[in-house]
């Protein structure tokens, strides 16, 4: 296996021991700068806005049917918020600026505190400003215990990332033309929890649940496993009732999240995480295999469902959406606030995108659902780029075009010029938002909003 380098003059990665998280879930939880090696050792280290001055921030941990209590702490230069992505909760806690709460101003402080529905792997982020925050290190792992869990050997959190670090170790260039109306901001190093190629020790035998999460600011990452067999369990933390067998390459868009549960197969001394790219095959994390070996284990393994909502597809209510803009999309124009601008005014307000003709957030909502209403969205991707929609509150299904429904997700990836429909149950009330998770794409107007009425 190679390993390389994005930045041209790096020397080769030495092994990191293995990221630490918190054990415990803190009360509190402060947003700060801090710095962190991040480019191997002969280079700067890195300022990083961070959770728990950490990057990233601690793995939160919680039981499914508990509550999670956690004041956060802005000591950041700009107002930030907390979104704890793809968990069905309480929509004053959905941590969304000028939607569900006013944004936590420099030194002020949000509690924040919900119900957990579901077990699964989640994550959270601030979603102020989120193309630079995100960017500069505001998120972390979110895990939700099953009561019954799985019987595994090791339970093991890998976040990836792509971030776009100068030699100086400096994070800078936000708000580009380029990214913002291109693929958005595609990152030149690769980092599983922070860290350039981490290790995860293995022993040859053992049954181990492997948590993979996407804070990818944009890049689609293709991964893939070596020397490790078995299935890919849960989707966005939702399980999935039928696991298949672990395919060859794994697509994981920004913010998607799958669990893998793997037996340590290889006979070799070590097991990969690789990032396919045009030109191979890289380790963006590895796992070295030492024995004896592990009681193994057979079978595959079904996680335990999830409260379950049943989407009526026959009553369903139905909303299309045209996604529209980007370099080579050939956008005109599009409503702002009411306005019709055409592409150079659009631009000039750092717009690029539109969604059913409107860049930015519209006044009215996509749909006005009443509470247990189910709901459709045909989405038809007319740009050149890949966009990974996302629905705040609420998971869907795909509807496959035999008319099945897929496995539940919150964040759907649509590749250009691709057309797809989800449907779900408008089963939690409140006003969500439904964007593009690529950050530049919903900075740049991809973005609307679903209300649901109890
Ligand atoms: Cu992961 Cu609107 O967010
Ligand atoms: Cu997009």
């Known amino acids: ?33 801090h710095r962190q090696q991040i480019l191997p050792a002969s280079y700067p280290d890195t300022e990083m806005w961070s959770f728990g001055s950490t990057f990233p921030g601690p793995l939160l941990r ?17 107002p930030t918020a907390v979104h704890w992505h793809g968990l069905r909760l309480d929509n ?24 957990l529905p579901d077990a699964g792997t989640y994550w959270y982020h601030s979603h102020a400003k989120s193309m630079e925050q995100i960017e500069r290190g505001l998120y972390g792992p979110l895990i939700i215990d099953e009561s019954d869990a799985p019987d595994v050997d090791q339970d093991i959190t890998i976040v990836v990332d792509d971030i776009r670090l100068e030699q100086d170790g400096t994070i800078t260039g936000f708000d580009n033309f380029h990214d913002l109306s291109h693929a958005g901001r595609i990152g030149n190093l690769w ?32 991964l893939g496993v070596q020397g490790l067999e078995g299935w890919v369990v849960a989707l966005d933390g939702m399980p999935l009732a039928d696991p298949q067998a672990l395919p060859d390459e794994l697509v994981l868009a920004p913010a998607q999240r799958m669990d893998l549960i793997v037996d340590v197969t290889t006979d070799q001394n070590e097991a990969f995480l690789i990032t396919f790219e045009r ?21 595959r393994v079904i996680l335990p469902p999830n409260p379950d909502y049943p989407i009526d597809l026959v009553q369903a209510r139905t909303a299309t959406l045209l ?47 009443s509470l247990g209403e189910s709901a459709r969205i ?9 966009h990974a929609m996302h629905l705040h509150g609420m998971h869907f299904s795909d509807v496959l075009p035999d008319g099945s429904l897929g496995p539940l997700r919150d964040t759907l990836l649509l590749n250009p010029q691709e057309t797809r429909e ?21 900075q740049a107007g991809m973005g609307t909003w679903i209300r649901v009425s109890a």
């Open 323 to 369: 996604i529209e803009g980007g370099a080579m999309g050939g956008m005109r124009a599009a409503r702002v606030d009411g306005e019709q601008l055409d592409a150079r005014s659009l631009a000039g307000r750092g717009l690029f995108w539109a969604l059913n003709g409107i860049a930015g957030r519209p006044e009215t909502p996509l749909l006005d659902l």
């Open 1 to 33: 296996m190679e390993r390389r380098q994005f930045l041209g003059s790096l020397a080769a990665a030495s092994l990191i021991p293995r990221y630490a998280f918190a054990q415990n879930t803190p009360q509190r939880l402060l947003a700060s700068v």
């Open 92 to 115: 004053a806690m959905d941590g969304v600026p000028g939607v569900t709460q006013q944004p936590i101003p420099v030194g002020g402080t949000f509690d924040y505190e919900f119900a």
């Open 378 to 386: 045909g989405m038809a991707n007319n740009t050149a780029f890949p």
């Open 62 to 78: 919680a039981r499914q049917g508990d509550r999670l209590a956690i004041a956060v702490e802005n000591a950041l230069p700009q």
């Open 422 to 442: 989800i449907a779900f149950q408008a089963h939690n009330p409140g006003n969500w938002l439904f964007h593009c998770h690529m950050l530049a794409h919903h």
């Open 279 to 299: 030109d191979g095959g890289y380790a963006i994390a590895h796992f070295p295999v030492s024995g004896p070996a592990a009681a193994a284990r057979s079978g």
């Open 191 to 222: 980092l599983a929890n922070g860290q350039i190629d981490p290790a995860y020790p293995l022993k040859r035998g053992e049954r181990v649940r492997i948590r993979l999460i996407s804070a990818a600011n944009a890049r689609v990452f293709t």
